[in-house]
């Protein structure tokens, strides 16, 4: 069901993912190819906005707090696990596995390396901040119209 929270929810998150994936991009060198970095992690912003933070939206501010945290998390977990694959599967049509079990050990390897580059300060700050504060506005919002 549709509601003013979910809506709210979906679009600050993908704006935030967004803004996090281009603060994001310049952390890392020069070199790296990002395709559909920002546009990906928008999206999940939106998908994962509408069905945590706004699902959860009228349990109290405290709480809304913690779902704009989790929102955060479960995006970027997302987000990390569809690039690892994507490039896993890239590199197995260039035959660098020799089987399936080592494909998917790569794309693991592949998620730890994505989620260690993550952890720093200028990410991770306006992710959990941003998550918080959406978390608080989903929350009004869902109060202010039900």
């Avoid at 600050?12 to 952390?27: D, G, N, Q, R």
């Avoid at 970027?76 to 690039?83: D, K, L, S, T």
């Avoid at 494909?103 to 580059?117: F, H, P, Q």
């Avoid at 200028?122 to 009004?140: D, M, Q, S």
Wanted: charged residues 15%; glycine residues 10%; aromatic residues 16%.
């Amino acid at each position: 069901m549709p509601t003013a929270a979910k809506l709210a929810a979906a679009i600050l998150f993908a704006a935030l993912a967004f803004a996090v994936a281009e603060i994001y991009k310049t952390t890392i060198t020069e070199r790296t190819v990002w395709g559909y970095l920002s546009e990906v992690s928008a999206f999940m912003g939106l998908v994962w906005g509408w069905r945590v933070t706004g699902r959860l939206a009228g349990g109290g501010y405290w709480a809304a707090m913690g779902y704009g945290v989790r929102t955060m998390f479960t995006v970027f977990f997302w987000v990390i696990m569809v690039f690892a694959i994507y490039v896993m599967v890239v590199q197995s049509t260039r035959m660098r596995f020799s089987d399936p079990l080592e494909a998917l050990l790569g794309a693991g390897s592949l998620m730890l390396d994505y989620a260690r580059s993550i952890l720093s300060a200028e990410v991770l700050v306006p992710a959990f901040v941003g998550g918080i504060l959406i978390g608080l506005v989903c929350e009004f919002v869902s109060r202010r119209w039900p």
